[in-house]
C-alpha cells in the first residue's frame, strides 16, 4: 500500500474511532460514528449517546449475562468490538495481560478482574479520546492493576518479553501494517505466551477486491485478513499452535473469528 494511502487510512481510523470516544464523553453533543460493534436493537454494542449506525455492524452478544456488572456504563457504551477476547484468553490469577486497540477499556477491565491483584493489565490505543475515556474508566471502576498507555500497536510501547497474553477485539483488521504488530505481539510476549484475539477474517476465496467492495477499511471488513493470510503471519512471526476459527458471519464470506497462537517457550 502507498505510504500516503497508509497514513490517510490510519488518520481516517483514528478520526472514526475518536468520534466514538466523544459521543460517549459527550454525550449532549449527539455525535455519531460507525464501528465494529455488534447489533443491539440498531446499535452497536451499548445505546443512548454511544448508539452508532448499522452499516459495520457485527451479530451476537459479545460477554456473558452478568460479565460486564459492576463497570461503568461508559466503558460498556464504549465497546466497538466483535468478540470476547477475554473468554478466548483463558486468563488466570497473576497473568499480565495487554489489550491491543483498549478503546474505552471494557476488555482490560475485564482482564484486571480476571487476573486479580497479583495481575496486571495494559490497554494500548492510538486516539487520545479513547485513552482519556479509558483512563475516567478505570478510576470509576476503582481498578488499581491497569495502565492505559496511548501508542500504536505497530510499535507497542512496552519493553520485550512484558506480559503473558496479548488480546485485541476486532481491532487488528484496523491496522495498515499487520506483520508489523503480529511482529509487536510476539515481542513483548513472554517465551511461552500466547494471544487470544477476536478479529474480522475472510475466507480464503475472498480477494482483497472483493474485502473492499464489501465493505469499508474503517468499517473493519476491507482490511480483513483472509484466514490463511493470518495463519502465514502468525507463523512468519514466530507463533506456532495458531488457530483461526470462524464465529460469526457479518457478510457473505466475512466472519467475526477468534485467533490463537503461542510463542514457543
Avoid: W
Avoid at 483488521?173 to 474480522?200: H, Q, Y
Wanted: contains cysteine; charged residues 20%; hydrophobic residues 45%.
Amino acid at each position: 500500500m502507498p505510504e500516503q494511502a497508509s497514513a490517510d487510512l490510519r488518520e481516517e481510523v483514528r478520526a472514526r474511532y475518536g468520534a466514538a470516544a466523544r459521543a460517549v464523553l459527550e454525550p449532549e453533543q449527539g455525535r455519531r460514528a460507525s464501528c465494529c460493534g455488534t447489533s443491539h436493537s440498531g446499535s452497536c454494542r451499548g445505546t443512548g449517546a454511544a448508539a452508532l449506525d448499522t452499516a459495520d455492524v457485527f451479530g451476537g452478544p459479545l460477554y456473558r449475562a452478568g460479565e460486564t456488572d459492576g463497570l461503568p456504563e461508559e466503558a460498556v457504551l464504549a465497546s466497538l468490538g466483535c468478540g470476547n477476547p477475554i473468554a478466548v484468553a483463558d486468563l488466570h490469577e497473576g497473568e499480565r495481560v495487554l489489550d491491543l486497540g483498549s478503546g474505552g477499556g471494557i476488555d482490560v477491565l475485564l482482564s484486571a478482574r480476571r487476573v486479580g491483584p497479583a495481575g496486571y493489565a495494559y490497554g494500548v490505543d492510538m486516539t487520545d479520546d479513547m485513552i482519556t475515556l479509558a483512563r475516567a474508566n478505570a478510576a470509576k471502576a476503582g481498578a488499581a492493576n491497569v495502565e492505559f498507555l496511548k501508542g500504536d500497536i505497530e510499535a507497542i510501547p512496552l519493553p520485550d518479553a512484558s506480559v503473558d497474553v496479548v488480546i485485541s477485539n476486532c481491532v487488528i483488521n484496523l491496522s495498515v501494517d499487520k506483520a508489523a504488530v503480529l511482529a509487536e505481539m510476539f515481542r513483548v510476549l513472554v517465551p511461552g505466551g500466547r494471544i487470544g484475539i477476536s478479529d474480522v477474517v475472510a475466507e480464503d476465496q475472498l480477494t482483497p477486491a472483493d474485502r473492499a467492495a464489501a465493505g469499508s477499511y474503517v468499517g473493519c471488513i476491507a482490511g480483513a485478513l483472509s484466514r490463511s493470510e493470518y495463519l502465514d503471519g502468525l507463523a512468519a512471526a514466530g507463533f506456532t499452535d495458531t488457530s483461526v476459527t470462524f464465529t460469526t458471519e457479518a457478510r457473505p464470506g466475512i466472519h467475526s473469528a477468534i485467533v490463537r497462537a503461542v510463542k514457543p517457550a
